[in-house]
């Protein structure tokens, strides 16, 4: 199974809202990322999670909240947003041991618009 | 710091032609470099990496990498385009100073025509 899940496929939420994506994989991989990514741009990395751990979190704002609850799954809460967060919000995850040389397994994404 | 670079937007070209997408890689120590496809609408797929061995790469669906130190180059190919390989195509380079991070190329929109 080299598969990445995420649910749910499209989210649309208003400025007050509450709401949380989640992603899933069952290939036994120890580190799980979250990207953003805007039309036609490279996706941006916003936090990686090691061994359930918070590894990187590039400055994100607060308004994104990721949780780890085990090494299968990663949630990302989002409360407050603004319409320029609209984007695709794509789950990675790789082993986790030899980093450089891994390659990482990509969600579908979930597709938010923020209104 | 490690980048890359993907000096076409856009590459056009006829089903049944070769094709190339380019990339061009600036990393201090060894280059780890990918190729990722996405559809529309769809996450990230792996496509083929450079770690050490071979310059040239094969991987899915056809494609092969060629890998280039003295032209810091790893430049996408496939003897044979299909309509179906209209995709947007990011290289990529892993950052080695930390390991997690991974440096995307701005993207190659790939469009074949039947």
């Known amino acids: 199974d080299t598969e990445v899940t995420q649910t749910p496929k499209h989210l649309v939420m208003g400025m007050t809202n509450k709401k949380s994506l989640k992603c899933e994989q069952h290939?036994?991989?120890?580190?799980m990322y979250w990207y953003k990514q805007k039309a036609k741009k490279p996706p941006e990395l916003m936090f990686v999670?090691?061994?359930?751990?918070?590894?990187i979190n590039e400055s994100v704002p607060s308004r994104f909240s990721p949780e780890c609850p085990n090494s299968s799954l990663l949630n990302l809460h989002l409360h407050a947003l603004q319409p320029e967060d609209s984007a695709l919000y794509l789950c990675?995850?790789?082993?986790?041991?030899?980093?450089?040389?891994?390659?990482?397994?990509f969600g579908p994404g979930t597709r938010l618009l923020v209104l | 710091a490690q980048s890359v670079a993907q000096p076409e937007d856009q590459v056009n070209v006829a089903e049944g032609n070769p094709l190339t997408v380019k990339c061009t890689y600036s990393?201090?120590?060894?280059?780890?470099l990918f190729w990722y496809v996405q559809y529309p609408n769809r996450g990230l797929q792996f496509l083929l990496k450079?770690?050490?061995?071979?310059?040239l790469v094969k991987g899915s669906y056809g494609f092969e990498a060629e890998f280039n130190k003295s032209q810091t180059s790893f430049h996408l190919k496939k003897p044979s385009a299909l309509v179906s390989d209209s995709a947007l195509y990011f290289c990529?380079?892993?950052?080695?100073?930390?390991?997690?991070?991974?440096?995307f190329g701005a993207g190659t929109r790939l469009f074949v025509k039947a």
């Open positions: 990529a380079v892993r950052d080695n100073a930390g390991g997690f991070k991974t440096i």
């Open positions: 990675a995850s790789s082993l986790g041991l030899a980093m450089y040389q891994e390659t990482q397994y």
């Open positions: 290939m036994g991989h120890r580190a």
């Open positions: 450079y770690i050490t061995g071979d310059n």
């Open positions: 999670y090691s061994y359930e751990k918070l590894s």
């Open positions: 990393v201090s120590g060894n280059p780890y």
